[in-house]
C-alpha cells in the first residue's frame, strides 16, 4: 500500500479535529539594556486647557479680559497667562494681546486635540529573536533548559541593535509590560544607548493538531499555547510561529528501532496495531474510528491514549485512578520509561506535571523515578543536560538496553497502574515529519500491569542493583 492510500481509507465525508502532541522549543535571542526617551500627551489642568479654548475661540483676548472672565487677582493674572506662554499654544501679538500661535492654528485646521506633551526617560530590556530578527515578548521563568533548541539555518543578518530598536519601537510598546508605553500617542523621541547584555532563549510552545478534511486530507497543523492573545498576535506576525512550522516540516524523520507491529505484538496492543501502514501510523483511519468508538480494548480497565501522558487531557486518566485510591492504601515506587523520541517530554509543562504526580503518589509512600539507561560518564551527562530541570528524579540503569519507540510508565502491584505508547512516524504528506505522535494505552488490568512491569524489567537489565542516580537523590 503506497502513502497515497493512507487516507483514502478514511471517510471522506468527516471533518474533525483533535490534538495529538504538544512541545515545546527554544529561541535564540539576545538581550538588550536601552535607555531611551519619549514624548507623551498629557491632558492640561482644568483651568489652563479653558484657557487655551477661550482664547483659540476668541482668536484675540486683552490679559484684563482673561482676569475679568476668571475673575482673578493680579497675581493670578499674571501666573495664569505665564503657563499659557510656556505651552507654546500662545503668545503676544503686537497690540499686546494673547493671540494663538501657528502650532495651534495647524491643530485646530487639522482637528487635534491640544494636549501637553512631556519627554519621560525609561531604562527597558530589549528581547530580539534570532531567526527573524524581530523585538520578541519578554519570557517567563519557567524550567526550560534541556528543551529542543531551534538553530539558524543559514548565515545570521547582522543589525545595529539601535536602530532596530527605532523601526520596531511600535512593536517593542506592545510587547512591554510597562503599561505607560503602550499608548498609541507615545512617540519615541530619542535613544540614549543601546547596549549588548546577554544571549537568552525564548520559549515557544505549540499544541499540534491532527486536522483532517476532505479538500486537505489528513495533516498535522500547529497552534501557539501558553500566550496571551497579544502575545500570540505578535509572535506570529513576527514570522517565528512560521519559522517553527518549517522546522517542523523539514526535518529528518528519525530511524526506527522498534516496529509499530513489533510494539503491538510485545504489549498486547491489538488496537493500535490495527494501524500498521508501510511501517507507519494510519492516524486518519484511527482517529476516524475512535470518532465511532471502535478503538475500545474489550473493558473499562484499559483505554486509549493518544498524545504525550502530560499533555492535560491524558494526565486525567492517572490522576482519576489515584483519587479513587484509599488515602492509607500504600503504592509500590512508579517507573517512567522515555521512549527515544528527540521531542520526549520536549514540553515546558513537563516539571509541574511530575511534581504534581510526585506529590500525589507521596501520600501513598511512593514516589516518581523517571529510568534510562546509563553506561558510561557521557550518557549521564547528555541525561542531566537534558531533564535536570524538568524532572524530579532520574535512574540510571548501566545494564539497560537502549531507548526505543516504547514508552511505560508502570505503578506495580495487584491494584497498580500503567500506560504504554508508541511514538509513531506518520506519512510525509500528513506534514511535520519532525513530530512523532505517542499512542497506545492506559490500564489498571492487573495481569496487564504485570505483563507490562516484566517489560520495563526487561528493558533496565537482570541486575537492578547496580542502577544508580543520576540526580534527584
Known sequence: MTEDTILEQTDHDANYERKVQSLSFLVPARRYDVNFDVTAQKAWPA?????LQLISKLEKLAPEELQAFY??????REGLIKEVLETGLIEFDTEGLLVATPLLVEL???NQSMEMEEIVNYQQTMVVDNLTNSIQPRADDRPVRGLPELTLDGEEHAYEPDSLFVSQFDRFKQCSNNSKLRPFNTKLYRVNHCEYSQLTSIPISLDIYAHYDRPGGLRLESELSGFSENVSGLITTSGLHGRINSYLNEAK??????????YATLVDDTVVGRYEVDGLLDLGRL???RSKKRTGYGNEQTRMVIGPLFMRENQANLFHWLSRVPNEEKLQRAFWLPSNSS???ANVGLRDFTTKLDNRLKKHSSWLDVVVPVRDKSERYSYSEKFYSRLPRLIGFPEGKDLTELEILVIPGNEGWAMVQYHAQLSPICGMAGVSVPVGYCTHDKNRVQDIMDILKRQLGTDATKAAPVFGY
Open 47 to 51: 483651568i489652563l486647557e479653558s484657557a
Open 343 to 345: 521531542i520526549w517530554g
Open 108 to 110: 485646530r485646521r487639522n
Open 253 to 262: 524523520k528519525e530511524p526506527v528501532s522498534l516496529t509499530l507491529s513489533q
Open 71 to 76: 475673575g482673578l487677582d493680579a497675581p493670578e
Open 287 to 289: 482517529l476516524l474510528d
